[in-house]
């Protein structure tokens, strides 16, 4: 699982936060890719697709949710 990210985002850390704990509940990885530093370096595409509504969950290199995490849905996902 991934979250895109961006620095100073208050939701985004929180959702980080939320994933985490999940994540050790539930027992998948978790990465987080902030966009505007993979724009940086390069890699404009994350940032151009969803840097308007993030924080976005990425389920399987697809989007799950934004803004917040839908904890409910993203629990029969992965049952």
Known sequence: ???????GCAVCARVYARLGELAGELGFD?????????????NTAPRAEYGDRLPVVLLDGREHSYWELDEDRL????A
Do not use: H, K, N, Y
């Open 75 to 78: 629990r029969a996902d992965l």
């Open 1 to 7: 699982m991934e979250l895109l990210t961006r620095a």
């Open 30 to 42: 978790l990465t987080a890719t902030d966009v505007d530093a993979a724009a940086a370096a390069g």
